[in-house]
């Protein structure tokens, strides 16, 4: 199989816990990868730190992306090599249209291709183009503009944290769409997710738990991780909740 990003020995150290414990993975290219496992294993950690975002750069081990560590790479330069990251909860920005903001990282600007992404997700050009994305949108539209947006960018590496969060079937079942758009473009995906019908989906999947790998192998394999769970442990990661309290402070 070919490499397209690989961690390696990654530690990361946030408010004096560690969250990533010498995890290493390889990620296939051209494949539709899951992340899963409980709260505060470092899923959603992960994917920042392949994202470059502030708070998540100063790790120990390396980040080999196509043959090359971007270790130190800015999160523009990532993006502009093919690594886009679509939210948890997809952001809002009043007084931008949809089209302004798809056609902002698109390879291809052009009505049609603008209107092609948009009906690739299941939403009305007519309906949305001309819309801001603001509050006046729901959680799933919203979603789903971002991921029309993901799609014109043409990425090479998308990642998607809980792409399934706040969203009804049909935005889901439109997320699904996506993803098959996703593999004929020949992008690699990595998926962050608790839910099953979402891991189906993916090809290959990796469980973590404590900032580590601790099982891998076909969907089948590790879907049984939502029959047994984790069993208990005194290594904990800390949950999200629990980092905000660590860096916000009292």
Same mark, same amino acid.
């Given at each position: 199989?070919?490499?397209?990003?690989?961690?390696?020995? *990654?530690?990361?150290?946030?408010?004096?816990?560690? &969250?990533?414990?010498?995890?290493?993975?390889?990620?296939?290219?051209?494949?539709?990868?899951?992340? &899963?496992?409980?709260?505060?294993?470092?899923?959603?950690?992960?994917?920042?730190?392949?994202?470059?975002?502030?708070? +998540?750069?100063?790790?120990?081990? =390396?980040?080999? +992306?196509?043959?090359?560590?971007?270790?130190?790479?800015?999160?523009?330069?990532?993006?502009?090599?093919?690594?886009?990251?679509?939210?948890?909860?997809?952001?809002?920005?009043?007084?931008?249209?949809?089209?302004?903001?798809?056609?902002?990282?698109?390879?291809? #600007?052009?009505?049609? #291709?603008?209107?092609?992404?948009?009906?690739?997700?299941?939403?009305?050009?007519?309906? +949305?183009?001309?819309?801001?994305? =603001?509050?006046?949108?729901?959680?799933?539209?919203?979603? #789903?503009?971002?991921?029309?947006? !993901?799609?014109?960018?043409?990425?090479?590496?998308?990642?998607?944290?809980?792409?399934?969060?706040? &969203?009804?079937?049909?935005?889901?079942?439109?997320?699904?769409?996506?993803?098959?758009?996703?593999?004929?473009?020949?992008?690699?995906? *990595?998926?962050?997710?608790?839910?099953?019908?979402?891991?189906?989906?993916?090809?290959?999947?990796?469980? !973590?738990?404590?900032?580590?790998?601790?099982?891998?192998?076909?969907?089948?394999?590790?879907?049984?991780?939502?029959?047994?769970?984790?069993?208990?442990?005194?290594?904990?990661?800390?949950?999200?909740?629990?980092?905000?309290?660590?860096?916000?402070?009292?």
């Amino acid at each position: 199989m070919n490499t397209i990003l690989a961690l390696r020995d *990654i530690v990361l150290t946030l408010g004096g816990k560690r &969250i990533l414990d010498g995890l290493t993975i390889d990620f296939w290219q051209g494949h539709i990868h899951a992340l &899963i496992g409980p709260n505060g294993a470092g899923k959603s950690t992960t994917a920042n730190l392949i994202m470059g975002l502030a708070g +998540y750069r100063n790790f120990q081990g =390396d980040l080999i +992306y196509q043959g090359e560590s971007i270790a130190d790479w800015s999160i523009d330069r990532r993006a502009r090599a093919g690594i886009t990251l679509a939210w948890q909860e997809p952001a809002r920005f009043e007084g931008l249209s949809v089209r302004r903001f798809i056609q902002a990282g698109a390879k291809d #600007r052009g009505e049609a #291709r603008t209107r092609e992404v948009l009906e690739d997700v299941g939403l009305d050009p007519d309906r +949305y183009l001309d819309r801001a994305v =603001d509050r006046t949108l729901s959680g799933g539209e919203r979603k #789903r503009i971002e991921l029309a947006g !993901i799609l014109a960018m043409e990425p090479k590496l998308v990642l998607m944290d809980e792409p399934d969060s706040g &969203i009804d079937v049909e935005a889901l079942e439109c997320i699904f769409g996506a993803l098959r758009f996703f593999k004929q473009q020949g992008a690699t995906v *990595i998926m962050i997710t608790h839910s099953l019908a979402v891991l189906r989906r993916a090809e290959h999947a990796f469980l !973590i738990c404590s900032g580590k790998v601790v099982n891998k192998g076909s969907v089948e394999k590790i879907s049984q991780y939502f029959e047994q769970k984790c069993h208990s442990c005194d290594d904990r990661t800390p949950t999200l909740a629990e980092l905000e309290d660590i860096r916000v402070g009292p």
